[in-house]
């Protein structure tokens, strides 16, 4: 990598830490690039996929370390790994923690099996050395500041107070502004019973789609609470993370839930195959956005609504009270129609890879069979 201009030898050491850890303890590795807190660095590293502004040799320095942090944590170090070109702080969604570097005055860290050795000045207190099961404990014993920013919600699933994604501030809808964490003066406890409440709706429903939410999804970041708007968000370079705010309403919380997840899961498959040949132009007009919108955003559109609206057929199949009121049943209407109108412009438009052949294929089978759906009462 050019970034690793200026690394001298500290990078040709952490190239062959993790070249030997491959060999070893390839699940250590594969778990660590799948956090997100590490896999969107590594997305952002490749040519052209972050803004100018983000210093690359910045992006290289921090997923050195939280490599080496993860490796650490799972013992897969063959030795002690010492890094000095360091971020102003280390995350870790599998440990939940966050360790704050520059406010602890730390210059240089050694990774070692299960602990870490970190380096101050005299003036700031000297080395100290912390195990990974003594952090853990928590408590004011540590001999370092370590902050705790994700609550869990459910299994592995957290609410994170904290995240490090570089194109977090990037905005592609025109009614937003990026995605800073933010609670929305809402306690995170608060938000933790909103999420489990739309993911036990899930499971009801769609116990199927949940377990693939385990399998795709590591992390819901806060961007606040608005009462009578929504706004969520993800990045095809952050897979697993969801941008979500707060909402009043339960129904609009595990909507967007399942619709962030689903363009995860789409995010996922675009990092292996273009999907359509024709997927950025021309430009289409979107029935869920106020601009146009190439192919791209209309798959991504019509793929996160197809499962909602079978989440709401379920509901009026089970006999759900919520599914009783008009509301909900213009809801499931409104769905139903934005569908039939992006499926017209995608099956009509769509010049589909190998790969995306098989996408397609099912998005017109659900086209189909909405279209013919009498299930649900006249509204």
């Known amino acids: 990598l050019s970034a690793a201009t200026g690394f001298g030898g500290e990078f ?39 803004e100018e502004s983000i210093s690359q040799a910045a992006l290289l320095a921090e997923v050195t370390g939280l490599i080496a942090l993860e490796l650490s944590r799972a013992s897969a170090l063959f030795e002690p790994l010492r890094l000095s070109r360091l971020p102003r702080r280390l995350l870790s969604i599998h440990g939940r923690f966050e ?19 970190l380096e101050r000045g005299r003036a700031a207190g000297g080395p100290v050395r912390i195990d990974f099961d003594e952090m853990g404990r928590g408590g004011d014993e540590l001999p370092i500041r ?13 609410l994170a107070l904290a995240d490090n994604n570089p194109l977090a501030m990037a905005e592609a809808h025109p009614d937003k502004s990026g995605n800073a964490v933010d609670l929305g003066g809402r306690s995170p406890e608060a938000w933790v019973t909103a999420l489990r409440d739309a993911l036990g709706l899930i499971e009801q429903c769609l116990p199927d789609l949940r ?36 909402h009043p309403s339960p129904m609009t919380m595990v909507e967007a839930v399942i619709h962030e997840f689903s363009h995860n899961k ?15 132009s021309p430009l289409y007009t979107s029935p869920v956005r106020p601009d146009p919108r190439p192919l791209h955003g209309l798959l991504l559109a019509v793929h996160a609504f197809l499962p909602v609206a079978r989440l709401y057929e379920q509901m009026i199949e089970a006999g759900d009270p919520r599914s009783k009121n008009t509301a909900f049943l213009k809801r499931f209407e409104q769905i139903r129609q934005v569908n039939r109108e992006g499926a017209a ?11 995306g052949m098989g996408l397609i294929d099912e998005i017109r089978r659900w086209d189909e069979y909405y279209a013919g759906y009498a299930g649900a009462p006249t509204v």
């Open 12 to 50: 040709a050491a952490f190239q062959r830490t993790l070249a030997r850890a491959l060999k070893t303890s390839p699940g250590a590795v594969l778990s660590a690039l799948r956090s997100p807190a590490i896999g969107a660095l590594v997305r952002c590293l490749r040519p052209g996929r972050a």
């Open 99 to 117: 360790l704050p570097l520059a406010e602890n005055h730390i210059q240089c860290i050694v990774f070692e099996n299960g602990r870490l050795l």
């Open 146 to 158: 370590v902050n705790w920013p994700y609550h869990a919600v459910e299994g592995d699933l957290v």
């Open 211 to 246: 377990r693939e939410i385990d399998l795709y999804i590591h992390q819901f970041v806060p961007v606040g609470w608005f009462d009578e708007r929504h706004l969520s968000a993800s990045y095809q370079e952050a897979v697993g993370t969801i941008y979500i705010s707060l």
């Open 266 to 280: 789409l995010n996922a498959l675009f990092e292996l195959d273009a999907v359509l040949e024709n997927a950025w």
């Open 345 to 355: 412009t995608l099956l009509q438009n769509a010049r589909p890879t190998a790969v």
